[in-house]
Structures are given as C-alpha cells and as structure tokens.
C-alpha cells in the first residue's frame, strides 16, 4: 500500500491519474525561485520553452541569459558567473548538458566547485518520438563519476519543483535530470523532500517485505504499479523513492537490503554505470543480496510512443514484475 | 593604467628579468613542463602584476580585486613566478612546481591554490569563465576588470569561439583579452597545425575593440590595455605577438620548446644570457 506519512497522491492508482512533466515542475520552482533569490541566473541554449525556462525568462530578462546552441560555453560561462557569487542554472537536452559537455561540467565547474545548476531535460527512453540519437540513457553515468557534485532524479512534477528549489540553497555543482512527457503525479505539495533521503513511497499493508524496490525518476510509477499488482498475488514488496542518486542514501538503500534481502532497481538509463549501478556498489560492500536491474541493456533507442519504448526495452510494469520473480528465485536458491 | 614612465619601464624589465630566471629554474627542478609560452608571457604578466591590475598579494581574496582568468593554464610556470615576486608566496616555493602536494601544481589548480581565480589546463574554456564574470558584473552593476590571457593554438577549440560570440553579443565592455600569439603550438606551427590567419579581423566580424601590439612593448600592451578600458561599448582584445622562449636566443621560435623543460646544462647557459642578455 501507499506509505501515507508521505501523503502521496491519493489517486494515483486511478485510470485518469493527473499527469505533468518534470520539466514543469522545474520550471514553476525556477519561477519562484527568481521571486525569491536575487542572485539566480538562468541561462540557456536556444532551447528555453522546451525546458520551461522560458517562465524565467518572460519575468526576469535582466537575469537570463542566451547562449545559443553552444553547450560547452553554456557550462563555462556559468561557472564564471558562480564564481562571482550567483547561482546560476544551465539549461537544455540532457544529452547535450551533461552530454555534449562533460568535460567544461567537470573541470570549470566540479573541479572549480563552483555552484552551478545544470539541468538536462528530455532524458530517459521517455522522448519518444524523437528518436534514439536525442534519448539521454547514460547521463546518470556520466555525472555519478564526477568528484563533488550532486545528481536529483525527480520522480514528478512536485518533486522536480522540490528539488529545484532546495538547489539554490546549496553550494554543491548539482545535476537534475528531467523528462519531456507529463507523466503520473505521484507525490503532493505536502510530500515532504530533501536532497539525499531516499524515501518509501509503498509497503506491505503488515510484516516484512520479501523483496525491494529501488526506483528513480518517472519510471518509480512503474515500480509503484508493479507492486500494487504483486501485492495483490500476496508478495510483499517495499518501493523506495530514489531521487538523489548522489550521494546515495546508503542507509536508506541497506535498511531495504536487510530487511527485504532481494532487490530490484528500476531506472529509464543505460544499466551500465546508473542508478543500479550506485545500489550495487553499496550493497556488493555492505550487505550482500541478489540484485536485478530493470533498465536498457547496452543499446540505444529509437522512435516511438514511451509505452512501445518501455515495453520493447523492457522497463515497463511487466517487466519490473518479471524481475522481481526471479530476483525472488535467486535468493530461495540462496 | 596611467602612463608608464621611463623609470617604471625600467622596473618593469627588471622584474620580467627574475621572472624568466624563476621560470627556468624552476622548470629544471621540475623536469618536465611548457617553456617557451611561460617565457613568452614574461613582459605582460609583469606588466599586469606591477602595473595593470588592482590586487593585494597580501589579501589575495579581496572582493574588489580585478579578475585576471588564464586559460592556457599551462604557461603557469609564469603565473607562479610572477605572483612569487609579486610577494604571493616565497620564492624558494616555486622549486616544488610539479612535486607532489605542492601548491604550484602542474596545471593551475584552485584546490591547491585557493586564490587561483579558476583551474585550468584544459584549453579552450578560459575565455568563457570570463565572459561569466564579465555578465555577472553587468548584471549586478559591477565596476571589475576582467581580464583573461588565451594562447593562439586555443583558437582551435569550438568553445572559445563560442564565448567570442557571446560576449561580442553581450557587448562586455569590462572584459579585456590578452591572446599570447606566438604562432607556435605543440606540435609545430599555428599556421601549419590549424591556420588561424587573420585574428584581427576574426575577432572584428565578432563585434570586438581590437589592438595588435607587439607584446614584449611595456608601452604599446599599457597603451592598448588603456584604450580598451576606454571603449565601453564592446569587449577588447589585445593580440600580442611574442616570441616564444623570449630572452634565450637559441630557444626562441622554437616550437620543440612549447612542451618540454631544459636540462641542467641548457639551463645553466640561459640563465647566464638572460642575466647578462636584453
């Protein structure tokens, strides 16, 4: 059942559930966020209404930059901003920002420290129709790796609000990854949400879990879902909410390994080097337990619906369900 | 960035003097690093040191201080030696250049070295943490300078065209750069490697102020620095030529020189001329 101390949405298991973009909610707390700290910068790469920085933009022009299709000079101007003491927020596609330029994001910004706020929008599989050249699957990977930064998978559109919001109150370089489509809300204004608490959205309704859930972004609807249907074939399953990816909520991530001693991580990204990835490390050095990964094995995307996409790259429902099965197999033969 | 007088030019040669003996020696002691842009560099970085820039080695953080970004981190050599005689630290440090945990690190290095405006190394991203700097004090009604030194061979970078782009849009009229153009780069000629040509009129289509001097002139780089603060519609560039390995005859225009240090014996030799030399 929904863990209710979170007050989560109530309706999320219906047909109709409201849905809105991450990058919505992004855009609303930037928008707030130049009401209330004098000191945020927002620039962007000619791509302002498709990250819904263009909110900004239209209410503080004196404070927005455009750079044009320039991501490299996007990531090093603002660290040159952040170093006179703004906050600056860099904004386009993931897979230009962190993509194209990983190397400025790392050397002007991280090894600089500087507080810069770069944001990727469009991640995931979830694009669609765009195709497999614009689907960022290897973001999480990319900017995991690099020293000092901090790295937010908003799981909805009042999540990604949080996220961006509670950023600016920092001084740590931080990566938020977004998605295009409006997909379900499964949190409320009221959810509670700080930058590295992991959180359990679902339990069992009594006794211990048999197998745990680690999800991170839109995908932890899927994870929600999938444990609903198990829940009523009577498998307890826990679901945590993983939206900071780094650093990790390691307590959060072991409690769930030790009480449930199987799990299952589900992420829209590449397995190698993802969310998964960073469970793995903590748990293979903590408290080892059989893991499965639910997320795109080794390929890249292509066009199509983002239910098509979850289904033929299997990270849909059925296929966290699937993975639960056999993680729950693994650890009887254990 | 007053006129300079016969007696501060004079002042100005001496110090790029033990500059150029600081970079040598402590190349030698290092082993291995970038000569010949280091020694290049010598007369405008102690023109900006003991004459241009408002700073205080004595509060090296001082919020007012102009900002001085250097892209082509691996000239550093004549950063270190430059701040050293400019009393940032003593002199005798600049022999740990390279050596493990030192601050001087091989590539200028904020973690090591705090008041490093920015760490650099990787070429072609300087220019656009000044623009950054340069927008910040637009913004927010800012008085700094911002003044960022960039090496002719990282006009091949896409990024560094692209800050050119941004700040000539921008119209920064508080950014000032100084391009080290030396026509060398590490694997032989600028203009065999990637030509660059005409630099000047580049940098005009982008909406630039800009100066050509001759870099090794205390009086045509101030002259130039003084113009640029004049202009408060767009940015400035001063390109400077230079010879590369300047003050030691049988280095000098010598691209094998970009990348690698001297021996004892080389020198033993260049630090006899260069007392002696100029």
Redesign the interface.
């Known amino acids: 059942m929904l863990n209710q101390k979170l007050k989560l949405n109530t309706k999320i298991f219906n047909h109709d559930v409201e849905k809105i973009s991450t990058r919505q909610g992004f855009g609303e707390g930037l928008l707030q966020l130049g009401v209330e700290n004098e000191n945020v ?1 927002v620039l962007s790469a000619d791509l302002a209404e498709s990250t819904k920085a263009n909110l900004f933009a239209e209410k503080f022009p ?2 927005y ?1 455009e ?2 299709v ?1 991501e ?2 996007l ?12 906050i ?1 927020f860099i904004t386009s596609y993931g897979i230009f920002n962190p993509g194209r330029n990983w ?2 994001i790392r ?2 910004i991280c ?3 500087q507080p810069v706020k770069i944001i990727g929008s469009h991640a995931g599989l979830s694009v669609g129709q765009d195709g497999g050249s614009h689907q960022m699957l290897e973001d999480i990977a990319l900017t995991r790796s690099i020293p000092n930064i901090v790295v937010i998978s908003p799981c909805d559109s009042y999540e990604a609000e949080k996220a961006t919001m509670a950023c600016a109150e920092t001084k740590d370089p931080t990566y938020i990854r977004l998605a295009r489509n409006n997909t379900p809300i499964i949190t409320t204004v009221d959810t509670p949400f700080e930058i590295g608490k992991a959180q359990l959205v679902f339990i069992p309704e009594t006794g211990l879990a048999q197998v745990g859930i680690i999800a991170t972004g839109p995908i932890l609807y899927n994870a929600i879902m999938a444990a609903h249907e198990l829940e009523k074939r009577g498998i307890k399953v826990k679901v945590l909410n993983l939206s900071t990816i780094k650093p990790l909520d390691t307590d959060a991530v072991i409690a769930l390994a030790r009480e449930a001693r199987a799990i299952v991580t589900a992420e829209d990204h590449q397995i190698a080097g993802g969310m998964g990835s960073a469970v793995a490390e903590c748990l293979s050095q903590n408290y080892i337990v059989p893991i499965e990964f639910v997320g795109v094995n080794d390929k890249f995307g292509q066009s199509g619906t983002p239910k098509e996409l979850e289904k033929h790259y299997e990270i849909d429902i059925q296929s966290i369900i699937s993975k639960v099965e056999k993680v729950i197999k693994r650890k009887i033969a254990k | 960035m007053e006129t300079l007088s016969d007696r501060k030019v004079k002042e100005l040669k001496i110090k790029a003097k033990n500059i150029r003996i600081s970079i040598v020696e402590m190349l030698t002691e290092a082993g291995s690093g970038h000569t010949a842009g280091a020694l290049g560099m010598a007369d405008i970085f102690a023109l900006l040191y003991f004459h241009t820039l408002k700073h205080d080695p004595k509060n090296p953080l001082m919020p007012s201080r102009d900002r001085l ?1 250097l892209s082509n981190g691996h000239i550093c050599p004549v950063l270190y030696a430059t701040m050293a005689e400019a009393g940032y630290f003593p002199k005798e440090e600049l022999l740990t250049l390279r050596k493990f945990d030192s601050r001087l690190q091989g590539h200028p290095d ?2 090591f070295m705090p008041w490093l ?3 650099s ?2 070429l ?2 300087g220019l ?10 637009k ?2 009604g ?1 008085i700094k300078n911002i003044y960022a030194v960039l090496s002719d061979g990282e006009h091949d970078e ?2 560094t065209w ?2 050119i ?2 700040a000539g849009k ?1 119209k920064l009229a508080n950014l000032i750069v100084i391009v080290d153009r030396n026509y060398i780069q590490i694997s032989g000629n600028t203009e065999r490697v990637m030509p660059l040509g005409d630099l000047k009129q580049k940098y005009k289509n982008f909406g630039w102020n800009v100066f050509e001097v001759n870099g090794h002139d205390f009086w045509e780089v101030n002259n130039a620095i003084y113009l640029a603060h004049r202009n408060k519609f767009s940015p400035s560039v001063i390109i400077a030529n230079t010879i590369p390995s300047r003050g030691v005859k049988e280095w000098e225009n010598d691209y094998h020189w970009h990348g690698k240090a001297p021996t004892k014996e080389e020198a033993e030799k260049a630090i006899e001329e260069l007392k002696t030399g100029h």
């Open positions: 910068v004196d404070r930059i750079v044009g320039a490299q000079n990531a090093s101007v603002a660290s040159g901003i952040a170093s006179m003491g703004r600056p190397e400025q050397t002007t090894y600089n420290d | 970004i904020r973690n405006e920015t760490s190394g990787p072609g991203s656009s943490q000044a623009v950054g700097m340069a927008i910040s004090e913004i927010y800012g896409g990024n692209e800050a782009m941004l921008e």
